[in-house]
């Protein structure tokens, strides 16, 4: 895992450890909102994406503050909910649209273009970041 975590931290600019957990934190989020068998599938073919996501499942849900409160009252959960917690770990845009595009990447090289598409498919708002 530390091999994909340097991959992404350099590819998005950002400090190894909150590189990984924002990975956690993404891989998280597709494994409650993804297709089940897909995501599955997709989280056990990345070398140590399973205890990433043990990590960090769960992380910065139920916070946010303010904004994070409104969102989930007029539920604006799934990608855009995934984006606020992102950005409360300190995350730009720039950075958040990266890491989805260098973890769609990644996820292609080790589970497949049909798994990862499932995945993509099964969650909406992400296809932007295929």
Partial sequence: MSEIVTQ???????????????LGMMLGFLQREA????VAKMI????G??????????????GGGLLGGLMSA????????LG??????G???GEISALAKTTIS???????????DKVIASVPGLSQFA
């Fill in 44 to 47: 056990e073919a990345i070398p």
């Fill in 84 to 89: 606020q917690q992102l950005m409360s770990q």
């Fill in 106 to 116: 990644i996820a292609r090289q080790h589970a497949g273009d049909e798994v990862v």
């Fill in 74 to 81: 007029i539920g604006g959960g799934g990608i855009m909910g």
């Fill in 49 to 62: 994406a399973p205890e990433l996501v043990a990590r960090y499942n769960g992380e910065g849900q139920g």
């Fill in 91 to 93: 995350l730009g845009m």
């Fill in 8 to 22: 992404i931290a350099d590819r998005v600019g950002i400090a190894p450890d909150k590189a990984e957990k924002a």
């Fill in 35 to 38: 297709d089940d068998a897909a």
